[in-house]
């Protein structure tokens, strides 16, 4: 079980990181037409959609690799002071009664939206138009990313409600790395445990 939710998580990490290289397409383009509107004088009216296109998949297809990380936004005020198993039952809830139904609605939804943008071939309404069918076809591809993600952190909530504590989750880069700042100054675990104690000590004074 747990090597089929890391193959998930990979997944989901391989499909994020494929997608973010939509940022050097969006950096490029609107550097490339920035150039092109203000010093050569000649804009794209076709630019600013690209743009939005490419900023749309790349909000869309972010969700599957956050939700992965466990990187979305959470009230962790009084979340983190719970036992995992107390953590595990609000998280089912919650993944059950607001989550699978809005993604498998956005994912189905979606998938007619498109459906639909693809009959007419559909397009952007400018002096230049661009094919929108194939964008829209990023909502139900991005939705079905994040549901599949989703049943996984369903699992890892059954999971912890079964053993008492969280499974692992496939690791990615962090911002800041503890224990390699620890060997570059040259501070143990029992220096930390010192000072906290001192700390604790002074402050009771």
Sequence with gaps: MQKMLLAVDRFSTWFGKACAWTVVGLTVLISLEVFSRYVLNVPHGWVLDAQIMLYGTLFMTAGAYTLAKNGHVRGDVLYGFFRPRTQATIDLVLYIVFFLPGIVALTWAGWTYANESLAIREQTFNADPLPL?????????????????????????????????????????????????????????????????????????
Excluded at 146 to 172: A, F, H, K, M, T
């Design 133 to 205: 069918y194939p964008f829209k076809f990023v909502i139900p591809v991005a939705g079905a990313a994040l549901l599949l993600q989703g049943v996984v952190e369903i699992i890892r909530c059954v999971i912890c409600l079964r053993e008492g504590d969280w499974p692992s989750r496939e690791q990615d880069v962090e911002e800041v790395d503890v224990d390699k700042l620890k060997e570059m100054v040259h501070v143990k675990d029992e220096d930390i445990d010192k000072l906290d104690k001192i700390v604790v000590a002074r402050s009771a004074e």
